[in-house]
């Protein structure tokens, strides 16, 4: 369904549609989210563990929906915030996690709000970059730099694309590596790039670090 719903929006020239729309659909029990789980992404989990330096420092997760992420760095002592552009995705998780230290809100990475701008150490964003049409790239980049504050980090983590696979017209519209290497401009420098295999899966993950020193 998120195939069919991503391609007919793009198709009305609306291409941030769909999301709202799925999460709906998965409220009224028609559709099971693909991105449905309670542990935290396995690169995440590697990336931010026990002792993890969290204690009074800010993480924001962008596209967090259902919060197994957000909810990882709250309890490693992040002062957590997450966002999801899908009003009915922040009533999930919130119901989901009714007594969360997480500071759960609507927000769009392509049009941030201006509290969040500068204001983290942490930056964390899994799978939302190929959730967004390319024609949206750019504006999401923006907002990717827009929350990293100076001396911050963020942690990107994408499927693989490979340099002679085609793009496809359905989500995910996933990354080559040069495009994964375009993220860094304007004060924000790639500290590393590695392909990470997936238990269990046949693709391999991006793992992008970078940082505004
Ligand atoms: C593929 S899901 C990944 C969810 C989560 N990051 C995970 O890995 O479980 C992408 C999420 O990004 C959200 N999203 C899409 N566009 C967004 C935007 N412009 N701003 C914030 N969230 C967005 C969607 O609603 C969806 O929950």
Redesign the pocket.
Known sequence: MAEELGTRAVADGEP?RW?DEL?SAAGRGDVALP?D?TDP?PVLAAFAQPPAPGAGRRAVV?????G??SEHLARLGWETTA????PA?VAAVRERYPDSAVDYRV????DLDPDLARGFDLVVE???LQ??HPSLREA?VTGLHGLLGTGGTALVVQMVRRDDEPRTAEPPWTLTRAEVEALAHDGVRLEALDEVPVEGRAYLLWRAVLSRP
């Open positions: 941030a999301y999460w991105w789980h992404n962008v596209g967090c929906g259902l197994a992420d966002f999801d552009i899908s995705a927000g769009d990475l392509l899994i799978y939302t959730a967004l999401a």
